[in-house]
C-alpha cells in the first residue's frame, strides 16, 4: 500500500474506534456506492474482521437492480446486521422525482432515514461523505451534530481542533461521523484496488457509458466512458475535468440544492 | 507513485482577499471542474453579481448573499504536490472556524492586503497560528494592483508584519510576495506589473516547502479501547509517536501497567513494528518486572481507554496539576470545574489558576492573576486534574495538545507549557 492511501487509513480506522468508544448506538449508512462499501470495508478492518453494528440501507425502491443484487450479495458474505429504511406511506402515495427531486429526495431518504433512527434510537450515523464531492461537503466536520429535527446548523458547527471531535450532547440529538471525509475520488479507487473491495458492476463501462456515482435510477445518469477495469476508471480519473456528482439529477435542479438538501438531513 | 499530501491554510483579515486568492490558484491551476464554472456563472446571473473567483470556495446560499466566508472550506488541487487548502473566515466572531480550519495545517499563508496592511485579524490569525504550533511560509501582499503596483507601498507593508511576527514571538522563515489575486499576478503567473520583484510566485513557494514533519523519538502510543477478539484482550490505539516493536517492554500510564507487547495486529496480519500515526492493535503479557504470571494478566486487564503507553526506560508521566496556554470562545473563571480531553483521555478538572490574560489579538498580557477570562481571550491557566498523562507541546506535540469542554461542548483549545 503507498504511504498515502495508509496514512488514510489509518486516520478512517481512528475516526471509527473513536466513534465506537464514544456512542452507544452507533450504525452505518450503506447506499451499496464505492464510498460506503469502502467504509464498511474498513469498519471490518477496525474491527478484526466484523461490522460491529447495524448497517443501514436507505431504500427508495428506485434504486438499480445491481444494487439491490449486490447488496444482498455482501450482505451475506460479510454476515451484515442490516436494516432497510423504507418510507412505505411516501412509496403508497406515489411520490417521485417528477413530483418534485427536493420533495422526493425528502421524502424517500431524509424521512426514511428520520423514521429509522429514531425507531431504533440510534445516536451516531456513520457515513461516507467526502469533502471533494461538494462545496457543501467540504464545510463538513469529521463529527457533525444533527438537532432533534436533523437540521445541520452549517452557521454554527462546532469547534473542532486537532481530532477532538464534538459530539451532539442533547437528549434526542444524533451525531453524523465521517470517517473518510478527507479521502479524494481517486483515492477510494485506488483503496479498492489495493485491497480488492468488490464494487458494483455499473460502475464499470459498458457500450461506452459507465456510472460514476450511483443513486435512484430516474435521477443518475451514465457518463461517456470506456473505463472497463478499476485501473482504466484510475486513468480516466486522473484525466478527467468533470464533477463526480455530475450525473446525480439532484443536486443541480435550482442554486444551492445541495446545501438544501444537506440542511434538511440530506447525506 | 507516491503522492505527497501538504496541508496549507489561508489566513488574515476579512476582505484582504483569501477566498478570491485560492480561487485564482484553483482556476489557474486548472483545478475546477466544468461543471462547478457553469453553476458559479449560473449564481452570478441569478444573484445579478460581478463574477469573483471566490465564489468558487464560498458553497452556502448565506455566504454567496453577504459575500463573506463563514465556514471552513477544504479544497484539493495538485501542484508539484497535492495540495489541501483550507480557506478560514477573517471575522472575529469566526474563530471558532478559524482554529477548526488551522489546527490541521502542515503551514500556513497569510494574506495581506496592501492597501489596508496589519488589520486586527491580521494579528490575531498570528497570534493563534503561533499558539498551534503552525508556521507561516509565505504572506502575501494582496491587491497590489490597488496601490500601483507600488514597491515602496509593499516594503512597509512587509516592515508593519515583520514586526507584528517579532512582537508576537514568530521565527519562522517567511517569503513576501506583492501579488493580485483578482488578476492573478504572482500566484500562479508571474506579473508583468512588477519588475522590481524576482522573488517567487504563490505557487512556487508553494512548492519549495520542505514538509518538516518531526518524528518525537520517544514512543506514546495512545489508548482508543479494549476489544475482545476471539477470547484475546486486544488494546486498540494510535502511535502517536516514535515506534514500538514486538518484545518491547512498556508501561500505560495512568492505569500504571506494566506489560511486554506480545504482537501487534493489524486486521490482516501481526506485524512487527508499528510506528507515528499507525492505528494498530496490541496483545500484551506480562512483563519481566511482573511480581507473578497471574499478576501480570491482572495488571494487564487494567489498560483502559485515555491510556498512554511508552517504553519502560523512558515512560509517561501522569500529573495531577499542569499549565497551558489556551485560547477561549467562552468566558471562564477561576476555580471553575469543567473537562478536558487529553487525546484519548477526558478528565475532570479544575481552573486552579489563571495566570495571565492576553489579548488574543495582540498577544500581550493583559492583566495578571484576574478572577476570569472573556470570549476570545487567551491566558496562561493552571489546571487541577484527575491524573492524566500530558507531554510539552514543545517535545511531544500530539501528548501536548488539549481542548477544554463544558458541558460536552468544545469551548477552548491549549497546549502545554
Known amino acids: 500500500m503507498s504511504s498515502r492511501l495508509r496514512s488514510l487509513e489509518n486516520r478512517s480506522i481512528y475516526i471509527l474506534r473513536e466513534a465506537y468508544a464514544e456512542f452507544d448506538r452507533p450504525a452505518v449508512l450503506w447506499s451499496t456506492g464505492k464510498d460506503s462499501t469502502t467504509v464498511l470495508h474498513l469498519c471490518r478492518k477496525a474491527f478484526f474482521g466484523e461490522v460491529p453494528f447495524p448497517v443501514i440501507h436507505i431504500d427508495t425502491g428506485r434504486k438499480f437492480r445491481e444494487m439491490y443484487e449486490f447488496r444482498d450479495r455482501l450482505a451475506r458474505e460479510w454476515n451484515l446486521n442490516m436494516i432497510i429504511a423504507r418510507n412505505e406511506d411516501a412509496l403508497n402515495s406515489g411520490i417521485g422525482p417528477e413530483k418534485g427531486k427536493l ?63 464534538q459530539r451532539a450532547t442533547e437528549e434526542g440529538t444524533h451525531t453524523r461521523v465521517h470517517p473518510i471525509l478527507h479521502w479524494r475520488e481517486l483515492d477510494v479507487w485506488e483503496f479498492i484496488k489495493n485491497e480488492q473491495i468488490p464494487v458494483n458492476p455499473l460502475y464499470f463501462a459498458r457500450n461506452g457509458k459507465r456510472y460514476r456515482s450511483l443513486g435512484c435510477e430516474p435521477c443518475t445518469s451514465p457518463i461517456e466512458s470506456n473505463a472497463a477495469t478499476i485501473d482504466e476508471i484510475i486513468e480516466e480519473l486522473k484525466r478527467t475535468k468533470t464533477a463526480e456528482r455530475a450525473g446525480r439529477a439532484q443536486d443541480k435542479e435550482k442554486a444551492f440544492m445541495m446545501m438544501k438538501l444537506r440542511a434538511l438531513g440530506y447525506m | 507513485m507516491e503522492e505527497e499530501e501538504a496541508k496549507i491554510v489561508f489566513v488574515g483579515h476579512v476582505d484582504h482577499g483569501k477566498s478570491t486568492l485560492i480561487g485564482r490558484l484553483l482556476y489557474d491551476s486548472d483545478s475546477i471542474h466544468d461543471e ?156 508583468e506589473n512588477m519588475d522590481w520583484y524576482n522573488g517567487m510566485t504563490l505557487i512556487e513557494a508553494l512548492d519549495s516547502v520542505e514538509l518538516r514533519r518531526k518524528s518525537e523519538k520517544k514512543l506514546r502510543f495512545v489508548v482508543q479501547d479494549v476489544y475482545e477478539i476471539a477470547s484475546c ?185
Request: a negative charge; glycine letters at 6%.
Open chain 1, 103 to 165: 420533495a422526493c429526495c425528502t421524502a424517500l431518504k431524509t424521512q426514511a432515514l428520520l423514521k429509522c433512527i429514531s425507531e431504533h434510537n440510534f445516536d451516531a450515523l456513520i457515513l461516507a461523505i467526502r469533502r471533494d464531492e461538494h462545496g457543501v461537503r467540504a464545510k463538513e466536520r469529521v463529527y457533525s451534530p444533527r438537532d432533534r429535527n436533523f437540521r445541520w446548523d452549517y452557521r454554527d458547527q462546532p469547534l473542532e481542533v486537532w481530532d477532538y471531535f
Open chain 2, 36 to 191: 462547478r464554472i457553469t453553476e458559479v456563472q449560473g449564481l452570478v446571473e441569478e444573484f445579478k453579481r460581478r463574477f469573483e473567483f471566490a465564489y468558487f470556495l464560498d458553497a452556502l446560499e448565506d455566504e454567496m448573499r453577504e459575500e463573506r466566508t463563514i465556514d471552513t472550506t477544504a479544497l484539493m488541487f495538485k501542484g508539484k504536490r497535492l495540495y489541501t487548502l483550507t480557506d478560514v473566515p477573517g471575522h472575529r466572531e469566526f474563530i471558532r472556524n478559524m482554529l477548526t480550519g488551522a489546527s490541521h495545517a502542515d503551514f500556513a499563508v497569510l494574506v495581506v492586503s496592501a492597501d489596508e496592511g496589519v488589520r486586527e485579524q491580521t494579528k490575531r490569525h498570528l497570534f493563534l497560528l503561533n499558539l498551534l504550533g503552525v508556521p507561516v511560509i509565505a504572506v502575501v501582499i494582496n491587491k497590489m494592483d490597488a496601490v500601483s503596483y507600488s514597491r515602496d507601498v509593499f516594503e512597509n507593508v512587509c516592515s508593519a508584519v515583520k514586526d507584528v511576527m517579532r512582537s508576537i514571538g514568530i521565527n519562522d522563515d517567511v517569503i513576501f510576495i506583492p501579488a493580485s489575486a483578482i488578476n492573478g499576478e504572482n500566484i500562479y503567473k508571474r506579473s
Open chain 2, 233 to 417: 484482550r486486544v488494546v486498540v490505539g494510535r502511535v502517536a509517536s516514535g515506534v514500538m516493536n514486538v518484545g518491547d517492554e512498556v508501561v500505560f500510564e495512568p492505569s500504571h501497567t506494566h506489560a511486554r507487547i506480545a504482537s501487534i495486529k493489524t486486521a490482516e496480519r501481526d506485524v512487527s513494528t508499528a510506528e507515528k500515526g499507525d492505528s494498530v492493535g496490541i496483545v500484551l503479557e506480562a512483563s519481566d518486572s511482573a511480581v507473578s504470571a497471574e499478576s501480570a494478566v491482572s495488571a494487564v486487564s487494567a489498560v483502559r481507554r485515555g491510556d498512554v503507553c511508552g517504553h519502560a526506560h523512558d515512560k509517561p508521566v501522569t500529573v495531577r496539576r499542569f499549565t497551558g496556554e489556551a485560547v477561549l470562545l467562552e468566558h471562564l473563571k477561576t476555580g471553575e470545574r469543567l473537562n478536558l480531553k487529553v487525546c484519548t483521555a477526558l478528565v475532570d478538572a479544575e481552573v486552579s489558576e489563571i495566570s495571565t490574560r492576553i489579548d488574543s489579538e495582540s498577544g500581550e498580557v493583559l492583566e495578571r492573576f484576574p478572577s476570569e477570562v472573556k470570549a476570545g481571550d487567551a491566558a496562561v491557566i493552571v489546571f487541577e486534574t484527575e491524573p492524566v498523562v500530558v507531554e510539552r507541546f514543545s517535545e511531544i506535540p500530539p501528548l501536548g495538545r488539549f481542548a477544554l469542554l463544558r458541558e460536552g461542548k468544545n469551548i477552548g483549545a491549549g497546549i502545554v507549557i
